[in-house]
């Protein structure tokens, strides 16, 4: 089972709110630079300390994925495509029924998010490959090439396994065309890195790729 990136997704929330806070740099406050977060003995940690920390440690993970989700959602409203709530029942309840009531509830446990987290972020991964799979659709010539190659392998005539095939160069199309997808997207969409610890974020754009809904199947 493939799971969401939980330690990114924490520290985008933790990275966050001490930017609110007023954590930025080169604009210390008294107040948020004195906020103790935590104490060793008579030391105290503060929200400065741990902001710097984050960036150093995760930072650039935690600002490209920021940055590709809201990325995502700009190009979603100015293509006019969404992500429909039957659509999202028809994704999420095959893997709810798969796992049973226990087993969804614990993973949601494990992954620390709730059902209605899970719908949003499975929302945003569909409306992503929306928008990929119509900027670089398959074709039929690669679906009957894929099959010429394993038909050893597949049990079945092309009709038979076509949706398997399917997936699989579906999967191999996100492989080879995703980050470039990505880039050109984030060219439209004017992104601006204004803080220079996080100039090569764009390295990080592999892991915004990874995150997708557990298995159904």
């Not at 089972?1 to 001490?18: Q, R």
């Not at 999420?92 to 949601?108: H, R, T």
């Not at 009957?144 to 579906?170: A, F, I």
Request: aromatic share 6%; proline share 3%.
């Amino acid at each position: 089972m493939k799971k969401f990136n939980v330690s990114i997704l924490a520290a985008s929330a933790l990275v966050l709110s001490l930017a609110i806070a007023g954590c930025t740099p080169g604009k210390e406050t008294a107040s948020s630079s004195t906020e103790e977060l935590a104490k060793v003995g008579t030391v105290s940690i503060s929200k400065d300390q741990v902001y710097e920390a984050m960036k150093k440690e995760a930072g650039k993970r935690v600002m490209s994925d920021l940055i590709t989700k809201e990325v995502y959602k700009q190009e979603a409203i100015a293509q006019g495509i969404t992500v429909s709530e039957q659509e999202l029942d028809a994704k999420i309840n095959p893997i709810k029924e798969k796992m049973g009531p226990e087993k969804f509830q614990e993973y949601l446990t494990e992954e620390e998010i709730t059902e209605d987290e899970l719908r949003e972020r499975s929302r945003l991964i569909m409306l992503r490959d929306k928008m990929f799979e119509k900027a670089y659709p398959i074709t039929e010539e690669q679906i009957k090439e894929y099959y010429e190659k394993n038909k050893e392998k597949l049990d079945g005539t092309l009709e038979q396994v076509r949706p398997k095939v399917t997936e699989k160069v579906k999967d191999k199309n996100k492989r080879s065309n995703m980050s470039k997808w990505i880039k050109e997207i984030k060219q439209k969409h004017n992104v601006q890195i204004l803080d220079k610890a996080f100039e090569k974020v764009d390295d990080q754009e592999k892991e915004a790729n990874k995150a997708e809904l557990p298995a159904s199947k």
